[in-house]
């Protein structure tokens, strides 16, 4: 009996080893897949970077061949299109693919990838968890669309836009904050990347909900569910989201729909450097800088950026060259920017973004007679417009620009309540950057404080300083319109006297 119970205890024993061996044969399985995994998504990215360190090579090597960061392939135009339902997005997309075909360029359409899963039979999420998911599988799909249509686009070697039917940060507008910022950790993306490093400009086209009610409708869109309301609330908390960017252009109702598109055409077509009638950049003087908890009591949200302006030797092609770098927190975007002069005397400005390496290669190509300018800009949307505060830092540190983009020079503004101007400055040359970046390096040749070139350039022969101005009625926009004599002296008027 005692053998008996001695072979049951061993055979018990024998299989509680043999199930536990089997436990950890399976964990160890489990994690040879899991570690397999890793190592193959790893291998992955760096066969993506490779890619790209290849392909940023090749183009560093055409802007050097070119001369003063002109490249010599054939510019790829990345454009977003975006804003609340039912505002015109798509016969926008229709008039710009058939205007710039026409005009000789490759133009290619990036869906909407929500658009393609609800089409294609995944239902809306039910819960606040599966939204997450949803949103997280339809930014990576989103990804990988954008980056195979811009490949293409480059592979090409035409010159091409790119239009995406809504971008990477229309994602947020259909989250929380908090699930934002998760997203964004798990797949390794800051919103500098997603916002400013990829797009070349964001076009909002404003729901018609919002100025053109009795056009708004689903009937064109089998999958929009949102109400008049709802279609508002969206468009605004979209436009939020793209808050910040460089180019960030607001296409309102405030027109008939034909004309709407009309102004859509005529933004992005200044981009190519397509001979439009060109919307102005309207500058205004501020007494001083509104602080951000006053900014915020009228608008719902401000983005700050550190923006470093440098000018490049000049050259036949371009009249004038710089690059920009604009940060924020520890994100850095980069452009290129070039003023061509046409053969009738208008000038076009040229722009495309740059990688970090092609922006420090093009840095030793500065223009010794400039200084960098540097300032932080603030940009905010208010009354339907897009606005940037320009606070100078250095030796002109204190000066304030606020700019908006205009329609026209003569188009009526009403400037935000926040902001006191002194005057618009948009046709004083004094307030143009590059005069600036000219001044600064005259005061770091002769060795003197900016107060004493100023002063040496007052006290010389017909420098006497500018002369008190008789009271001007107030425009259309509510500021003065004064004409400055510091620009015929040879300097900014922004910098101290």
Known sequence: MSSTLTLVASVA?????????????SRDRKTRKDTHRTISELEQRLRKQQQ???????????????????????????????????????????????RLEALGFLVLC????????????????????????????LLKMQIALEDEFTAQAKASGRPCVVFFDRGLMDGKAYMTDAQWELLLDELHLTPVMMRDARYDAVLHMMTAADGAEKFYTNANNAVRLESAEEARAMDRRTLDCWTGHEHLYIVDNSSDFTEKIRRAVARVSRLVGVPVPLAVNRKFLLKKLPKTETLLQHVKRVEVFEVEQT????????????????????NQSFQHQAWVAGADGSETLMERTLSGREYFSLMKQADPNTRAVRKTLTCFTWAHSYWELNVFQGEVEGNCILEVEAESADSRLTLPPMCEAIREVTNEPGFDSYLIAQQLARVTSVGKSMSDVIEDITKSPGGSGVPSR???????????????????LGRSPIFPS
């Not at 024993?13 to 044969?25: F, G, N, Q």
């Not at 490249?71 to 997005?89: F, R, Y």
């Not at 000018?311 to 940060?327: H, P």
């Not at 001007?472 to 509510?478: E, I, K, M, Q, V």
Request: net charge positive.
């Open 13 to 25: 024993t024998t299989a509680a080893l043999a199930a536990a061996l089997a436990v950890l044969a």
């Open 52 to 98: 790209q360190l290849t392909e940023y090579e090749a183009r560093l090597s055409d802007i050097r061949r070119g001369g003063a960061g002109v490249a010599a392939l054939p510019p790829v135009h990345k454009v977003v299109l975006t804003g609340g339902p039912c505002g015109g997005k798509t016969t926008a997309l229709t008039e710009l693919k058939t």
């Open 110 to 137: 990036v869906p909407e990838a929500a658009t393609l899963l609800f089409a294609g039979g995944i239902p809306h999420p039910a819960d606040e968890a599966a939204g997450f998911n949803f949103q997280k599988g």
């Open 311 to 330: 000018y490049l030797a000049t050259t036949t092609v371009a009249e004038r060259c710089r690059i920009r770098r604009r940060q924020q927190g520890t």
């Open 470 to 488: 008789p009271e001007t009625p107030l425009d259309s926009g509510g500021v003065r319109r004064i004409p400055s004599r510091d620009a015929a």
